[in-house]
């Protein structure tokens, strides 16, 4: 069976537990983090949020092939012991819950062969006994193969006993304790860090808002991850609960980074002039303009977004029949402008100056 087909028929575990709202935004800065670092090291992944496990990474939009599991948890102090990852809390029914190390060895018991690493990761560091008798409180990662003979004994007698296995579980070489480069208590900022840096790599020199964009990718991971209707197939999975490179890709592009605004209305600004735009109404239509490249920094403002469609519907419509073949950029947008709102079913919620600012983007668009 194809991984596609085994990651939605085999249905996730239920995950039960109260969990606090700073600890569920730590959960999506990391893994806007982890979007990012993706976008910039691979060349194909889908990210799932919330299935399975935490974060799942898939190798392939089409076609995965191999699929790891994250399990991510914030720790306010102290160290990660090996009690605490084995041990086994109780529900809200008084029945025993897999412990952490257990939650992820059963992500691999349902996709065995596509599995290539199950990941604990936390801002916390580990106190653990290893092998070669160094400390492991200066790790970064630790590798289960890496722990010592006895740790690691404990680890699957655990495993054995919560999955009735009849034999040694095989995963140690897979299986991985992370520690993470960001703040439980000031993730957010460190996450905005990482965008700037993100954006000043791939669009250098470009005007970002960060906050803004943070909260863009901020709610499409907390869309995707609150989701909570039955997933039948894989194309509701993509839709609903993951973001490919493609997909990361469109939303980086609705903020309008790539779009360089002060060029473009440098040109169309001496075109209005030799039109005869008046002074004042050349500076009104400019601050619309202006608000314009903000707000579609925001592609969640679901208003402006259907907005934009119906009025490049138009603007497409208007090219093609040649209606506006003989007009001036001014009497072009004049006509549009008049088309739109003769045709608009809802109440405006911009004033005229920004819907031709609109119009005029969806122009040289």
């Known amino acids: 069976m194809l991984l596609k087909d085994r990651i939605i028929l085999v ?15 730590y959960q999506k800065d990391w893994s806007i983090c982890k979007l990012i670092e993706c976008y910039q090291t691979k060349s194909d992944y889908v990210i799932v949020f919330d299935w399975h496990e935490d974060l799942i990474i898939m190798d392939s939009e089409l076609n995965p092939q191999t699929v790891s599991f994250y399990q991510i948890k914030g720790k ?25 190390i257990g939650k992820l060895y059963d992500c691999k018991l349902k996709h065995d062969i596509e599995t290539t690493s199950l990941n604990f990761v936390s801002n916390a560091r580990y106190n653990i006994d290893l092998e070669d008798k160094t400390s492991s409180l200066g790790k970064d990662e630790i590798c289960i193969i890496e722990l010592s003979k006895k740790v690691k004994l404990q680890i699957a007698q ?19 304790l992370k520690v993470l480069d960001l703040s439980l208590n000031d993730s ?22 960060a906050p803004t964009v943070y909260k863009m990718l901020f709610d499409e991971v907390k869309r995707r991850t609150s989701y909570d209707k039955e997933i039948f197939t894989y194309a509701d999975l993509l839709s609903n609960k993951a973001i ?46 202006t608000q314009l490249e903000v ?11 259907q907005l934009i469609i119906s009025i490049k519907k138009i603007v497409e419509s208007k090219f093609a029949d040649g209606t506006i073949a003989s007009f001036n950029l001014l009497e072009c947008i004049q006509s549009i402008y008049d088309a739109y709102i ?23 668009e």
Request: glycine letters at 6%.
């Open 11 to 25: 249905k996730p575990r239920e995950r039960s537990g109260s969990t606090s709202a700073s600890r569920f935004d």
């Open 76 to 100: 306010k102090s102290g160290n990660w012991t090996l009690a605490q990852l084995i041990k086994s809390n109780d529900d809200e029914q008084g029945k025993p819950l897999l412990s952490i």
């Open 158 to 176: 655990k495993l054995k006993s919560e999955h009735a296995l009849g034999a040694d579980p095989i995963y140690e070489d897979i299986t991985f």
């Open 188 to 209: 957010r900022a460190h996450t905005q860090g990482k965008i700037t840096d993100f954006f000043e790599l791939f669009y250098p020199g470009k005007k970002l808002n």
């Open 244 to 289: 490919c490179k493609s997909e990361f890709k469109k939303i980086i592009d609705a903020t309008g980074i790539g779009y360089d605004y002060n060029e473009v209305w440098k040109r169309a600004e001496i075109i209005l002039q030799s039109n005869g735009i008046k002074f004042q109404k050349s500076q009104a239509l400019k601050q619309s303009w």
């Open 295 to 305: 707000e579609k920094m925001n592609p969640n403002n679901e208003y402006l977004q």
């Open 342 to 364: 003769g045709a608009k079913k809802v109440p405006l919620s911009y004033d005229d100056n920004f819907i031709k600012a609109i119009i005029l983007s969806q122009i040289y």
